[in-house]
C-alpha cells in the first residue's frame, strides 16, 4: 500500500509530518529522513488498529500537479 505523506519543517527546525488520508496520524522528527522513519511507524499502528477494530481502511488520496503561469 502507498500513502502520500507531508513534510514540513516547523519554526522551531522540527521535521512534521502527516498522513492526509489517515485523519490524525502525525509524527515529527529532528530531520526530514527521520520524520519519514516515524511517520511510517506510525502507518503502519494506525492500520493494524483500524485491522483490529473491524473498520475500513481509507483509500489514498491522489495528486497532481498544476502549473500556474503569472
Known sequence: MKFRIIIE????GVF???CPSL???VSQGKTRKEAK???TDAIKGYL???RKHNEPIPPP???E???IRL
Open 61 to 63: 488520496i491522489y495528486e
Open 23 to 25: 485523519p490524525g496520524c
Open 37 to 39: 522513519k516515524n511517520i
Open 65 to 67: 500537479m498544476v502549473e
Open 48 to 50: 493494524k488498529s483500524l
Open 9 to 12: 519543517q516547523d519554526e522551531d
Open 16 to 18: 512534521v509530518a502527516e
